[in-house]
């Protein structure tokens, strides 16, 4: 038996050294959680999008088939030429195309959330209303980047590690003090009257037993040259790690500030958005009224009628893009709970 019963710290390094790595495989499996939650988002909020879009490119069709009809009508009586029916056809059959795009879109939008997720159905229907309806973020509620944030975590796990390699390195150069001890034990099968047994179990008979114990001390002095290198060398790896932390941090710091301003600013677009496409919408009931009382032509309605779709992607891409900055936000802060709740 070789017990080592003093070691100048080198076995309480060790143990701190495992414990860092143990702490840094922990904070980068919450890393992973963090991004596969990012993730997610993006897909969750893209399936959004393009159900949204489809939604109301459905609207669309349903306009451009009014129109067609309309068209027809006052073709065939001889108040609008040929032409325009046409026209509104090509309007029309325009639309219906856009919306097998629009269909295939979602559908594939929807498989990737099932696949990242591992559910088969999702119920999303007052999510479509919040999308692009939003709740307004507040700004205050996270203002700066949590020290627990596993990527720093993680960042000042692996210090700990480098540090407590090093000391390890230092504490080799110090001899380590043993308690030594060993147990014999004999036997033989020759009895006390001096016969001699063949049988196996007498083997056993007539035991004898002994035993040593001390106290031994080991130094091994061949690598104290290469021990003080290599312990600061982990010196150096820890402080470029640190260094890394701190660049970290601050780029962190940044993104978070920024992002916030920018979701404050989306935020206005998506309002200034909401009011341009209710507008739009009110313009093009007036003008589709005019068109059938034969004030205006064709080509001025089909104008207005794209005037109202850009209107409506305007508010979509600025609805996308907030939610995006809302878990790219989440993702700095190491905090869902906002995304989760309102969408």
Excluded: C
């Amino acid at each position: 038996m070789d017990w080592e019963v003093f070691s100048f710290g080198k076995l309480r390094k060790e143990n701190e050294a495992a414990r860092a790595v143990t702490n840094r495989k922990d904070s980068e499996k919450e890393a992973y959680v963090l991004q596969l939650k990012k993730l997610l988002s993006e897909r969750y909020i893209n399936l959004l999008y393009n159900k949204t879009k489809l939604y109301w490119n459905e609207k669309t069709v349903e306009r451009l088939h009014e129109i067609r009809i309309i068209t027809s009508g006052l073709s065939k009586a001889g108040l609008k030429p040929a032409a325009d029916s046409l026209l509104a056809s090509s309007a029309f059959i325009q639309a219906l195309a856009i919306n097998d795009k629009l269909e295939g879109n979602s559908s594939a939008a929807l498989i990737k959330l099932q696949e990242l997720s591992g559910a088969s159905a999702f119920n999303f229907k007052s999510a479509l209303a919040h999308f692009v309806k939003p709740v307004v973020f507040i700004v205050e509620k996270k203002a700066l980047i949590s020290n627990s944030h596993p990527i720093l975590t993680s960042l000042k796990h692996q210090v700990d590690f480098y540090t407590a390699k090093s000391a390890i390195e230092n504490s080799a150069l110090l001899p380590s003090v043993h308690f030594l001890g060993g147990v014999s034990y004999r036997g033989t099968s020759i009895n006390k009257n001096g016969y001699v047994s063949g049988k196996w179990k007498d083997g056993f008979a007539n035991n004898a037993n002994n035993f040593i114990a001390g106290v031994g001390i080991t130094w091994n002095i061949t690598n104290v040259l290469t021990n003080s290198i290599k312990s600061k060398g982990f010196l150096k790896e820890a402080e470029s790690v640190e260094n890394l932390h701190t660049q970290y941090e601050q780029s962190m710091q940044a993104d978070l500030a920024a992002a916030q301003v920018r979701i404050s600013q989306q935020f206005k677009q998506i309002e200034k958005a909401t009011t341009a496409l209710k507008q739009s919408d009110d313009g093009y009931k007036m003008y589709l009224s005019r068109y059938k009382s034969g004030l205006i032509g064709l080509n001025e309605l089909l104008q207005i009628q794209q005037l109202f779709e850009v209107a409506e992607n305007q508010l979509l891409e600025a609805s996308q893009d907030y939610w995006m900055l809302i878990a790219y936000e989440a993702e700095l802060t190491s905090d869902f709970n906002f995304l989760f709740t309102n969408l």
